[in-house]
């Protein structure tokens, strides 16, 4: 089965909070990089944020101060918190890992692993 599942995506109107979770098994559960990755109709994957498993997390500027990423390495679960949510965060979000021991970046990184997605539908 897959080694990264994403869920907790769904509708809300602008304004509104969603939390979204990725349950990690294999060699992606003890991945030194993982983030949380978007992607919109139309448009290019984005970086949204990212955590080692030392504690250094990185975000895109554009949701600063509004998301949290956190991971669990006793459970292996990568969460988002995302508040604030707006028609621009409006994306299929997809959780990866990457197989790096050292390295961590949402342009320079090759993450080997990928979650299903789950859609995140921000309403006016």
């Known amino acids: 089965q897959a080694q990264l599942v994403e869920s907790g995506g769904g509708s809300v109107q602008t304004g509104g909070s969603l939390r979204l979770s990725c349950v990690a098994a294999?060699?992606?559960?003890?991945?030194?990089?993982m983030a949380w990755f978007r992607q919109a109709p139309g448009k290019e994957r984005e970086g949204v944020a990212y955590?080692?498993?030392?504690?250094?997390?990185n975000y895109a500027s554009s949701v600063k101060g509004r998301f949290t990423i956190s991971r669990d390495n006793v459970k292996n679960t990568l969460s988002l918190q995302m508040n604030t949510l707006s028609p621009a965060d409006t994306a299929m979000y997809y959780c990866?890992?990457?197989?790096?021991?050292?390295?961590?970046?949402?342009?320079?990184?090759?993450?080997?692993?990928w979650g299903q997605g789950t859609q995140v539908t921000v309403s006016s």
């Open positions: 955590k080692t498993k030392l504690g250094t997390t």
């Open positions: 294999g060699d992606a559960a003890s991945a030194y990089c």
């Open positions: 990866a890992a990457s197989r790096s021991v050292d390295f961590c970046s949402l342009q320079g990184t090759t993450f080997a692993f």
